[in-house]
C-alpha cells in the first residue's frame, strides 16, 4: 500500500533513458511484438527500416553482450549505487491519510480526524551514476549525437522525470556531468567514433513498508479517574457519528 507512490531503481533507469527525448518504436522479431526506444537527431539518418531513421536508445543489459550492436546508437549503463547519507531527512514523514475502514472522529472542540492512519516514510536517498555513450560510424554523426545529447544534459544540473509507482511524474537533479572521448578504429571497416558522458542522478528509493496506526481521538477515555477523562470522548471512541445533540 502506498499514499503518494513509491520509487525504486528500475524507475531511475528509464527516467534516464527518456531523458534524449525518444519515441517507443513497436517492431517484430520472430512474429512477437517488441518495444524498443529511438530518438530523432536532426541530420543523422541511420537507414535502419525499424526506427524509421531515427537513432536507437539502448540500456544495457549483461546480457546484451549476446546480441549484434547497431551504430550509430545511444546506450545508457548503470555504474554504481551508493547511498547519499549527506541528503538524507532522517526520521521524517513524507505522507499521512487515513487507514482503510477507518472511522471519522468528531471531538467536542469541532476538530475532525480518523480512528487510524497510514504514515508513509520518506525514501532513501541514493546516487545512482550512469553513462551515456554516444556511438557512431562517422565523426560527423557522432558529434551531432553529442550535442543532442548535450542540450538535453546541460550542465551544471538538469532534471531526470521519473515516474512512480502511480503514475505521478516526479523531477530529481542530475549533476557532476564529464565527457570521454571512447573512439576506437579497429580497421577501416569497423570505426566507431565514440563519447561517454558521465554523470549523477541524486535519486532516492523507497525502503521502508507503509505504517498504519490507531490515532489518538481525545482525551482518555479508558480511565475515569484521568483528569482529562470525557464521557464525550468515549462515545466517540465507541459510536463514531453520533449526533451531539443527543448528548
Not at 48 to 74: K, L, M, S, T
Amino acid at each position: 500500500m502506498t499514499i503518494i507512490g513509491t520509487v525504486q531503481l528500475r524507475d531511475f533507469d528509464r527516467g534516464v533513458v527518456r531523458l534524449l527525448g525518444p519515441d517507443e518504436v513497436t517492431y517484430s522479431v520472430d512474429g512477437a511484438a517488441r518495444k524498443a526506444f529511438a530518438v530523432a537527431v536532426p541530420g543523422v539518418d541511420t537507414e535502419i527500416a525499424i526506427y524509421g531513421g531515427r537513432v536507437p536508445v539502448q540500456f544495457v543489459n549483461p546480457e546484451d553482450v549476446y546480441q549484434p550492436a547497431i551504430v550509430p546508437c545511444y546506450r545508457v549503463a548503470r555504474t554504481s549505487v551508493s547511498p547519499a547519507f549527506n541528503r538524507q531527512p532522517w526520521y521524517t514523514q513524507a505522507a499521512i491519510a487515513a487507514a482503510p475502514g477507518a472511522r471519522e472522529v468528531i471531538l467536542p472542540s469541532g476538530d475532525r480526524g480518523y480512528s487510524g492512519y497510514e504514515e508513509q516514510w520518506r525514501a532513501t536517498p541514493f546516487d545512482v551514476q550512469y553513462d551515456l555513450t554516444v556511438l557512431g560510424r562517422r565523426q560527423e554523426d557522432a558529434l551531432r549525437m553529442l550535442l543532442h545529447a548535450l542540450r538535453c544534459c546541460k550542465p551544471p544540473s538538469w532534471p531526470v522525470a521519473v515516474v512512480d509507482s502511480i503514475g505521478d511524474t516526479r523531477q530529481y537533479d542530475a549533476v557532476d556531468l564529464g565527457v570521454d572521448d571512447v573512439s576506437a578504429v579497429a580497421d577501416v571497416a569497423d570505426r566507431v567514433v565514440g563519447w561517454t558522458m558521465s554523470f549523477t542522478v541524486w535519486a532516492e528509493f523507497d525502503l521502508d513498508d507503509t505504517v498504519t496506526g490507531t490515532a489518538f481521538t481525545g482525551a482518555s477515555s479508558l480511565d475515569p479517574h484521568d483528569p482529562l477523562y470525557s464521557r464525550h470522548d468515549l462515545i466517540l471512541r465507541t459510536h463514531v457519528g453520533v449526533d451531539p445533540t443527543d448528548w
